[in-house]
């Protein structure tokens, strides 16, 4: 099995920043990539950032300069620093790992709203 926690989400005013944690455990060989979504009300679910084992990034055009991610494979878990936060990135911060030989793993989500 294998268990995602996440973590810090929250309520931030527009311009602020937040700090998401998702932290993997269980009986498993080894993560390869890690990465966030989020989905929004009536919205599908998106691609924000992902990061390879090996410390490759990839990050959707909408959060460049303003979001990075980062992970500590010693301790099997990715993080999420955003900035200069926008109302438009009010949704649920969704993470999700792979997991060598056996698949994709999805955390329960971590609300983030930006408002005034």
């Known amino acids: 099995q294998v268990q995602l926690v996440e973590s810090g989400g929250g309520l931030v005013q527009p311009g602020g920043s937040l700090r998401l944690s998702c932290a993997a455990s269980?009986?498993?060989?080894?993560?390869?990539?890690m990465g966030w979504y989020r989905q929004a009300p009536g919205k599908q679910r998106e691609l924000v950032a992902d990061?390879?084992?090996?410390?490759?990034?990839n990050y959707a055009d909408f959060v460049k300069g303003r979001f990075t991610i980062s992970r500590d494979n010693a301790k099997n878990t990715v993080y999420l620093e955003m900035n200069n936060l926008k109302p438009e990135d009010t949704a649920v911060y969704y993470c999700?790992?792979?997991?060598?030989?056996?698949?994709?793993?999805w955390g329960q989500g971590t609300q983030v709203t930006v408002s005034s």
């Open positions: 269980g009986n498993f060989f080894s993560i390869t990539t």
């Open positions: 999700k790992i792979a997991v060598l030989r056996r698949g994709d793993y």
């Open positions: 990061i390879t084992r090996g410390g490759n990034t």
